[in-house]
């Protein structure tokens, strides 16, 4: 890192530094005062801006504890209309002769207060609902009033599912089924005989189509949804033997989520469109293709096909997707296709922020080192002590291997009995020191060191952090998602530290070490010292796709408080609602335990100690209080 001069440090400095014009899509961005600010259109359509750290003030004064995670509505208001109006002008500016009909796949957040605010903002342009389950599906129903709004019904469903969904038809609600499997098709069959309902009936496809990314085994051959081509003409057979063609209305395919690549998005489009093509020809009724999810989010802001990224904008998204429809259905004269996308976490990723605080860092730095040294010691501790004096510029791999040599042999020795504790200790604070040296050095050196790198790492500082990785952010354990991640405020002092994030799980995978940078990701993130007595905040942003519910309650750490919030004409924000996180009571019963019956157990065992004259009756009574405010407390470190 180049280093500036302590007052030569800025607010744009930390904004460059974490990228976060580079991803924070026009909604986070660092102000002159050197906090984090999120800017949203407010109700009268302009622009405006608060503090983050003004919202956790605000936060903590309505008696909400960190970890916190804040949801801002206009965020999600403002993206669902993104990708409406991104659609609505490809369709004007390509003369595309049907709509957009977007519908939100419930299972990326299910939370009431997002679904809510989608059917709230989506009914204008009749965006709907996917429902994968029985319980999704009862969401919709309950959520969407526009009748120009579709909701899909992907998953399996059983008897119970199709009556509802037919029932929710003839209300005139838009339910399409997709078949997933063929064994699907008898229960609709009968089902819909049975209630004298014809179904709308859509049918989900494996593309030959393979995309890049982490989810592209929801592509090809042996992606487990969908029929294949073979059974796709089955499909239809079965429709036109039971005169049923006329139900089949939809063509559905999904490659996957976060697709990097759009020129995978345009391929997936025209292998689909020859399929839709073929259909019409067939027969069949057709007028809806829905293009499934994969829209992606750019979390690390490169605007490239890298993994976490996408090399596309909405706008060229859609109108790539209009582009290729229209190409491939014009020359047969197929009509146009009401288009569906199935975008989830484009939809909802910006809108939630998860906010914690730091509760200690731990750093390697060399404890204190003696003046002198007793020429007593073992000769390898004397020649880790002469190297200190000698490391340069020229000779820093020759001083690294010494180094790690005269260490590891002091190891050893130590292990034969040969080194004591106290010179073991003086070996491991020079070799320390040492590579703290080698480290400075090499900012100056002229060519870059592997070794330095990974050193860089091991030496960088772990900050506690008040929160469990298992519990919100899941996917960056199970699947290496990388989210933005930086400190709300001080951004106008230079972070001088390197550390990584660790939650407060004390399972060694519940770590953040992957940082965003445009050019691949770093091990380490650059940091500020922590200051006596102030809180220091760090965000992690981007979160409003899928962590919630995929969470877990490892080491019992529950649901973290939720704070939904509006940002207002004036600047200000308004709390819309506020969630309290879950209490240990909550989670203990989560797990089958009856806090109720713990209390009365602890209470006993706490009478017979004062019986045993171990405690007096008055600290039994603190002892009881302090355990049943535990039972009601949160599950998080409380200051
Ligand atoms: C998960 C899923 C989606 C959502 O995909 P995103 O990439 O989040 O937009 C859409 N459709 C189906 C069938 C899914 O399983």
Same mark, same amino acid.
């Given at each position: 890192?180049?280093?500036?001069?302590?007052?030569?440090?800025?607010?744009?400095?930390?904004?460059?530094?974490?990228?976060?014009?580079?991803?924070?899509?026009?909604?986070?961005?660092?102000?002159?005062?050197?906090?984090?600010?999120?800017?949203?259109?407010?109700?009268?359509?302009?622009?405006?801006?608060?503090?983050?750290?003004?919202?956790?003030?605000? $936060?903590?004064?309505?008696?909400?504890?960190?970890?916190?995670?804040?949801?801002?509505?206009?965020?999600?208001?403002?993206?669902?209309?993104?990708?409406?109006?991104?659609?609505?002008?490809? $369709?004007?500016?390509?003369?595309?002769?049907?709509?957009?009909?977007?519908?939100?796949?419930?299972?990326?957040?299910?939370?009431?207060?997002?679904?809510?605010?989608?059917?709230?903002?989506?009914?204008?342009?009749?965006?709907?609902?996917?429902?994968?389950?029985?319980?999704?599906?009862?969401?919709?129903?309950?959520?969407?009033?526009?009748?120009?709004?579709? $909701?899909?019904?992907?998953?399996?469903?059983?008897?119970?599912?199709?009556?509802?969904?037919?029932?929710?038809?003839?209300?005139?609600?838009?339910?399409?089924?997709?078949?997933?499997?063929?064994?699907?098709?008898?229960? @609709?069959?009968?089902?819909?005989?049975?209630?004298? $309902?014809?179904?709308?009936?859509?049918?989900?496809?494996?593309?030959?189509?393979?995309?890049?990314?982490?989810? +592209?085994?929801?592509?090809?051959?042996?992606?487990?949804?969908?029929?294949?081509?073979?059974?796709?003409?089955?499909?239809?057979?079965?429709?036109?033997?039971?005169?049923?063609?006329?139900?089949?209305?939809?063509?559905?395919?999904?490659?996957?989520?976060?697709?990097?690549?759009?020129?995978?998005?345009?391929?997936?489009? =025209?292998?689909?469109?020859?399929?839709?093509?073929?259909?019409?020809?067939?027969?069949?009724?057709?007028?809806?293709?829905?293009?499934?999810?994969?829209?992606?989010?750019?979390?690390?802001?490169?605007?490239? +096909?890298? =993994?976490?990224?996408?090399?596309?904008?909405?706008?060229?998204?859609?109108?790539?997707?209009?582009?290729?429809?229209?190409?491939?259905?014009?020359?047969?004269?197929?009509?146009?296709?009401?288009?569906?996308?199935?975008?989830?976490?484009?939809?909802?990723?910006?809108?939630?922020?998860?906010?914690?605080?730091?509760?200690?860092?731990?750093?390697?730095?060399?404890?204190?080192?003696?003046?002198?040294?007793?020429?007593?010691?073992?000769?390898?501790?004397?020649? =880790?002590?002469?190297?200190?004096?000698?490391?340069?510029?020229?000779?820093?791999?020759?001083?690294?291997?010494?180094?790690?040599?005269?260490?590891?042999?002091?190891?050893?020795?130590?292990?034969?009995?040969?080194?004591?504790?106290?010179?073991?200790?003086?070996?491991?604070?020079?070799?320390?020191?040492?590579?703290?040296?080698?480290?400075? =050095?090499?900012?100056?050196?002229?060519?870059?060191?592997?070794?330095?790198?990974?050193?860089?790492?091991?030496?960088?500082?772990?900050?506690?952090?008040?929160?469990?990785?298992?519990?919100?952010?899941?996917?960056?354990?199970?699947?290496?998602?990388?989210?933005?991640?930086?400190? @709300?405020?001080?951004?106008?002092?230079?972070?001088?530290?390197?550390?990584?994030?660790?939650?407060?799980?004390?399972?060694?995978?519940?770590?953040?070490?992957?940082?965003?940078?445009?050019?691949?990701?770093?091990?380490?993130?650059?940091?500020?010292?922590?200051?006596?007595?102030?809180?220091?905040?760090?965000?992690?942003?981007?979160?409003?796709?899928?962590?919630?519910?995929?969470?877990?309650?490892?080491?019992?750490?529950?649901?973290?408080?939720?704070? +939904?919030?509006?940002?207002?004409?004036?600047?200000?924000?308004?709390?819309?609602?506020?969630?309290?996180?879950?209490?240990?009571?909550?989670?203990?019963?989560?797990?089958?335990?009856?806090?109720?019956?713990?209390?009365?157990?602890?209470?006993?065992?706490?009478?017979?100690?004062?019986?045993?004259?171990?405690?007096?009756?008055?600290?039994?009574?603190?002892?009881?209080?302090?355990?049943?405010?535990?039972?009601?407390?949160?599950?998080?470190?409380?200051?």
């Amino acid at each position: 890192m180049k280093k500036l001069s302590k007052h030569a440090w800025t607010a744009a400095h930390s904004a460059e530094l974490y990228g976060i014009n580079n991803w924070g899509a026009g909604y986070f961005g660092v102000a002159d005062n050197g906090e984090v600010s999120i800017t949203a259109q407010g109700t009268d359509g302009k622009l405006s801006s608060v503090s983050m750290l003004s919202l956790v003030k605000e $936060i903590k004064e309505r008696g909400m504890d960190m970890p916190v995670l804040i949801r801002v509505e206009n965020i999600l208001a403002q993206q669902i209309i993104r990708l409406n109006e991104a659609f609505n002008r490809a $369709i004007t500016n390509g003369g595309y002769q049907a709509p957009y009909r977007g519908v939100f796949p419930v299972k990326v957040n299910q939370q009431s207060q997002v679904i809510e605010e989608i059917a709230q903002v989506g009914a204008k342009y009749g965006h709907g609902l996917e429902a994968g389950s029985k319980p999704e599906l009862l969401i919709a129903l309950a959520h969407l009033e526009s009748r120009e709004a579709c $909701i899909v019904c992907n998953g399996y469903k059983d008897e119970e599912f199709i009556d509802l969904g037919l029932q929710a038809l003839k209300m005139g609600y838009r339910v399409f089924f997709v078949i997933e499997t063929l064994t699907e098709l008898p229960i @609709i069959i009968e089902r819909s005989r049975a209630l004298g $309902i014809k179904p709308l009936i859509g049918v989900r496809v494996k593309l030959a189509s393979m995309v890049g990314g982490h989810w +592209n085994a929801s592509s090809g051959d042996r992606s487990i949804f969908g029929l294949t081509i073979a059974q796709l003409v089955s499909l239809l057979d079965t429709l036109k033997a039971e005169d049923m063609l006329d139900c089949l209305q939809l063509l559905h395919y999904h490659l996957g989520s976060q697709i990097p690549n759009i020129r995978d998005i345009r391929t997936g489009v =025209l292998e689909a469109c020859q399929v839709y093509r073929d259909l019409v020809t067939e027969g069949a009724c057709m007028g809806y293709l829905d293009l499934g999810g994969g829209l992606a989010v750019d979390y690390d802001g490169s605007k490239t +096909n890298y =993994l976490h990224s996408r090399n596309y904008t909405i706008n060229e998204y859609c109108n790539d997707i209009i582009d290729v429809v229209m190409s491939t259905l014009d020359p047969s004269g197929v009509a146009h296709p009401t288009l569906i996308t199935e975008s989830g976490r484009a939809t909802v990723a910006y809108s939630s922020v998860l906010l914690f605080n730091v509760l200690d860092v731990a750093n390697f730095e060399p404890g204190p080192l003696p003046e002198t040294i007793s020429p007593e010691e073992n000769p390898m501790i004397l020649k =880790l002590w002469e190297l200190q004096g000698t490391a340069n510029v020229r000779n820093i791999q020759e001083c690294y291997n010494d180094a790690l040599f005269y260490r590891d042999e002091t190891r050893e020795l130590f292990k034969a009995g040969q080194v004591n504790l106290r010179s073991r200790s003086l070996a491991e604070n020079l070799f320390l020191q040492i590579m703290h040296q080698l480290l400075d =050095l090499a900012d100056d050196a002229p060519r870059e060191h592997r070794e330095m790198e990974k050193l860089r790492e091991l030496l960088s500082d772990i900050y506690y952090c008040n929160f469990s990785l298992f519990q919100s952010l899941p996917d960056v354990w199970a699947i290496d998602q990388i989210f933005p991640v930086m400190p @709300i405020h001080r951004l106008t002092e230079e972070p001088t530290r390197q550390g990584i994030i660790a939650d407060i799980t004390c399972d060694c995978d519940g770590k953040i070490d992957k940082f965003v940078d445009t050019h691949n990701t770093k091990r380490t993130l650059p940091l500020h010292t922590l200051k006596d007595n102030d809180e220091y905040y760090i965000g992690v942003f981007l979160v409003g796709a899928y962590q919630e519910t995929l969470g877990d309650l490892h080491n019992l750490f529950g649901d973290t408080n939720v704070a +939904n919030v509006r940002i207002t004409a004036d600047g200000n924000f308004e709390f819309i609602h506020e969630i309290q996180g879950d209490s240990i009571a909550d989670v203990l019963s989560y797990v089958e335990y009856n806090p109720q019956q713990m209390q009365d157990r602890f209470r006993r065992i706490a009478e017979r100690a004062v019986g045993e004259g171990r405690i007096t009756a008055k600290e039994r009574s603190t002892i009881m209080s302090a355990f049943s405010a535990s039972m009601r407390g949160y599950t998080y470190y409380e200051r």
